[in-house]
Protein backbone atom coordinates (compact mmCIF):
# COMPACT_ATOMS: atom_id res chain seq x y z
CA UNK A 1 0.00 0.00 0.00
CA UNK A 2 1.41 3.42 -0.65
CA UNK A 3 2.06 6.16 1.58
CA UNK A 4 -0.51 8.11 0.29
CA UNK A 5 -3.03 5.61 1.01
CA UNK A 6 -1.89 4.65 4.05
CA UNK A 7 -2.06 8.10 5.28
CA UNK A 8 -6.01 8.54 4.37
CA UNK A 9 -6.66 5.06 5.49
CA UNK A 10 -5.29 6.32 9.19
CA UNK A 11 -7.20 9.45 8.77
CA UNK A 12 -10.30 7.99 7.80
CA UNK A 13 -10.34 5.49 10.98
CA UNK A 14 -8.68 8.45 13.11
CA UNK A 15 -11.49 10.70 12.24
CA UNK A 16 -14.35 8.14 12.85
CA UNK A 17 -12.39 7.17 16.38
CA UNK A 18 -11.07 10.42 17.64
CA UNK A 19 -14.78 11.91 19.30
CA UNK A 20 -14.98 8.19 21.03
CA UNK A 21 -11.63 8.46 22.23
CA UNK A 22 -11.86 11.71 23.75
CA UNK A 23 -14.93 10.81 25.50
CA UNK A 24 -13.09 8.49 27.41
CA UNK A 25 -10.05 10.53 27.98
CA UNK A 26 -12.45 13.65 29.35
CA UNK A 27 -13.89 10.93 31.25
CA UNK A 28 -11.22 9.37 32.73
CA UNK A 29 -8.62 12.82 33.20
CA UNK A 30 -10.18 15.67 35.30
CA UNK A 31 -8.07 18.65 34.34
CA UNK A 32 -9.90 19.57 30.72
CA UNK A 33 -6.09 20.70 30.14
CA UNK A 34 -4.97 17.59 30.76
CA UNK A 35 -6.86 16.13 29.00
CA UNK A 36 -6.61 17.75 25.32
CA UNK A 37 -3.03 17.13 25.98
CA UNK A 38 -3.48 13.42 26.45
CA UNK A 39 -5.69 13.38 23.79
CA UNK A 40 -3.08 15.19 21.15
CA UNK A 41 -0.26 12.41 22.93
CA UNK A 42 -2.77 9.56 21.67
CA UNK A 43 -3.41 11.27 18.33
CA UNK A 44 0.47 11.34 17.80
CA UNK A 45 0.91 7.82 19.19
CA UNK A 46 -1.40 6.31 17.09
CA UNK A 47 -0.24 7.83 14.17
CA UNK A 48 3.29 6.98 14.82
CA UNK A 49 2.66 3.92 15.50
CA UNK A 50 -0.23 2.72 12.54
CA UNK A 51 1.82 0.46 10.56
CA UNK A 52 1.18 -1.85 13.81
CA UNK A 53 -2.19 -2.08 13.74
CA UNK A 54 -3.90 -4.52 12.72
CA UNK A 55 -6.88 -4.42 10.18
CA UNK A 56 -8.74 -7.54 11.39
CA UNK A 57 -9.28 -6.05 14.44
CA UNK A 58 -11.26 -2.73 15.42
CA UNK A 59 -9.99 0.57 14.91
CA UNK A 60 -11.13 1.89 17.70
CA UNK A 61 -10.29 -0.72 20.44
CA UNK A 62 -6.74 -0.45 19.49
CA UNK A 63 -6.81 3.63 19.93
CA UNK A 64 -8.73 3.43 23.09
CA UNK A 65 -5.93 0.53 23.90
CA UNK A 66 -3.29 3.42 23.45
CA UNK A 67 -5.74 5.84 25.13
CA UNK A 68 -5.64 3.66 27.82
CA UNK A 69 -1.89 3.38 29.07
CA UNK A 70 -1.15 7.21 27.78
CA UNK A 71 -3.98 8.11 30.59
CA UNK A 72 -2.30 6.02 33.21
CA UNK A 73 1.14 7.87 32.19
CA UNK A 74 -0.43 11.04 32.48
CA UNK A 75 -1.33 10.08 36.14
CA UNK A 76 1.95 8.29 36.91
CA UNK A 77 3.60 11.81 35.71
CA UNK A 78 1.56 14.08 37.65
CA UNK A 79 1.83 12.28 41.58
CA UNK A 80 0.27 15.20 42.48
CA UNK A 81 -2.97 13.78 41.50
CA UNK A 82 -4.27 10.48 42.69
CA UNK A 83 -5.03 7.72 39.82
CA UNK A 84 -9.07 7.87 40.44
CA UNK A 85 -9.55 5.12 38.29
CA UNK A 86 -8.36 1.24 38.22
CA UNK A 87 -6.61 -0.05 35.58
CA UNK A 88 -9.60 -2.54 35.60
CA UNK A 89 -12.31 0.70 35.84
CA UNK A 90 -10.66 2.37 32.60
CA UNK A 91 -10.64 -0.76 30.77
CA UNK A 92 -14.10 -1.33 31.41
CA UNK A 93 -14.66 2.41 30.42
CA UNK A 94 -13.03 1.78 26.95
CA UNK A 95 -15.37 -1.34 26.26
CA UNK A 96 -18.32 0.73 27.38
CA UNK A 97 -17.42 3.79 24.87
CA UNK A 98 -16.64 1.32 22.22
CA UNK A 99 -19.83 -0.01 21.91
CA UNK A 100 -21.70 3.26 22.32
CA UNK A 101 -19.75 4.10 19.27
CA UNK A 102 -21.06 0.96 17.36
CA UNK A 103 -24.31 1.87 18.77
CA UNK A 104 -24.13 5.42 17.26
CA UNK A 105 -23.21 4.30 13.92
CA UNK A 106 -26.24 2.44 13.64
CA UNK A 107 -28.33 5.36 14.63
CA UNK A 108 -26.32 7.41 12.34
CA UNK A 109 -26.77 4.79 9.44
CA UNK A 110 -30.72 4.21 9.77
CA UNK A 111 -31.21 8.22 10.11
CA UNK A 112 -29.51 8.84 6.81
CA UNK A 113 -31.98 5.79 5.15
CA UNK A 114 -34.83 7.50 6.64
CA UNK A 115 -33.62 11.81 5.78
CA UNK A 116 -33.61 9.93 2.15
CA UNK A 117 -37.02 8.85 2.46
CA UNK A 118 -38.57 12.52 3.46
CA UNK A 119 -40.42 14.37 1.21
CA UNK A 120 -38.52 17.46 -0.17
CA UNK A 121 -40.65 19.89 1.68
CA UNK A 122 -39.99 18.03 4.72
CA UNK A 123 -36.16 17.76 3.78
CA UNK A 124 -35.54 21.82 3.53
CA UNK A 125 -37.65 22.67 6.73
CA UNK A 126 -35.01 20.21 8.56
CA UNK A 127 -31.96 22.20 6.48
CA UNK A 128 -33.55 25.41 7.00
CA UNK A 129 -33.98 24.73 10.85
CA UNK A 130 -30.52 22.29 11.72
CA UNK A 131 -28.23 23.08 8.77
CA UNK A 132 -29.02 26.76 8.31
CA UNK A 133 -29.91 27.08 12.23
CA UNK A 134 -33.12 29.28 11.27
CA UNK A 135 -35.45 29.75 14.08
CA UNK A 136 -39.31 28.59 13.35
CA UNK A 137 -40.23 32.57 12.55
CA UNK A 138 -37.51 32.71 9.50
CA UNK A 139 -38.26 29.58 8.26
CA UNK A 140 -42.00 30.32 8.23
CA UNK A 141 -41.12 33.76 6.23
CA UNK A 142 -39.20 31.25 3.76
CA UNK A 143 -41.66 29.16 3.12
CA UNK A 144 -44.80 31.35 3.17
CA UNK A 145 -46.37 29.52 6.03
CA UNK A 146 -47.20 30.40 9.85
CA UNK A 147 -45.14 30.17 12.86
CA UNK A 148 -47.72 27.71 14.48
CA UNK A 149 -47.67 25.68 11.19
CA UNK A 150 -43.55 25.28 10.97
CA UNK A 151 -43.54 24.44 14.56
CA UNK A 152 -45.84 21.56 14.51
CA UNK A 153 -44.42 20.07 10.84
CA UNK A 154 -40.72 20.00 12.34
CA UNK A 155 -42.42 18.33 15.55
CA UNK A 156 -44.06 15.58 13.37
CA UNK A 157 -41.12 14.80 11.10
CA UNK A 158 -39.03 14.79 13.95
CA UNK A 159 -41.26 11.91 15.52
CA UNK A 160 -41.38 10.39 12.25
CA UNK A 161 -37.85 10.44 11.77
CA UNK A 162 -37.38 8.79 15.18
CA UNK A 163 -40.47 6.14 15.08
CA UNK A 164 -38.44 5.67 11.10
CA UNK A 165 -34.80 4.88 13.07
CA UNK A 166 -36.49 2.46 15.71
CA UNK A 167 -38.36 0.44 12.99
CA UNK A 168 -34.71 -0.02 11.34
CA UNK A 169 -32.86 -0.35 14.13
CA UNK A 170 -35.55 -2.98 15.46
CA UNK A 171 -35.05 -4.97 11.79
CA UNK A 172 -31.28 -4.68 11.72
CA UNK A 173 -30.90 -6.39 15.37
CA UNK A 174 -33.74 -8.86 14.33
Not at 34 to 44: C, M, P, R, Y
Not at 135 to 142: G, L
Not at 146 to 158: A, C, F, N, P
Request: charge should be negative; aromatic fraction near 8%.
Amino acid sequence: MSENNRRQEFTQHWLAAEPSVSAYVFAAVSSFHDAEDVVQQVAQEVARRFDQYDSDRPFLGWALWIAKSRVIDAYRKRRRDHLVFSEDLLQRLGEAIAEQAIERTDRREALEHCLDGLPERSRRLLDLRYVDELPAVDIAQSVDSTVGSVRVLLTRIRKSLGECVQRRIAVEEA
